[in-house]
Nanobody, 122 residues
Framework: QVRLVESGGGLVQAGGDLGLSCVASGRAFSDAYMAWFRQAPGQEREFVAA????????GYANSVKGRCTISRDSAKNTLYLQMSDLKPEDTAVYYC???????????????RGQGTQVTVSS
């Protein structure tokens, strides 16, 4: 079993930057894709970004494109999401996920974290 633990959330002012981390632990990690999702109060969980661990290819939601960067440190088994120019509408719980296929659908990732809260004040 693989465990994913997110950290780095917090309160930030609009226009500010924030970096999230997701550490994977447990059995040997062989999944090919990792991703970030987010869920704002009263809204559906939505895709933010995904990374192919083999090719390095990245995909981003239009809402964050140009403001977010997904990356990974394989030696640390850690996935990152660097966010800049944050907006109040970025307020959400951010989750990381890992799976064997590229997907923008949360349920298609077999390993999923518990989330970290990001709050952007105006």
């Amino acid at each position: 079993q693989v465990r994913l633990v997110e950290s780095g959330g917090g309160l930030v002012q609009a226009g500010g930057d924030l970096g999230l981390s997701c550490v994977a632990s447990g059995r040997a990690f062989s999944d090919a894709y990792m991703a970030w999702f987010r869920q704002a109060p009263g809204q559906e969980r939505e895709f933010v970004a995904a990374l192919s661990l083999s090719t390095g290819n990245r995909g981003y939601a239009n809402s964050v494109k140009g403001r977010c960067t997904i990356s990974r440190d394989s030696a640390k088994n850690t996935l990152y999401l660097q966010m800049s120019d944050l907006k109040p509408e970025d307020t959400a719980v951010y989750y990381c996920a890992a799976g064997t296929l590229y997907s923008t659908v949360w349920s298609e990732y077999r390993y999923r974290g518990q989330g970290t809260q990001v709050t952007v004040s105006s």
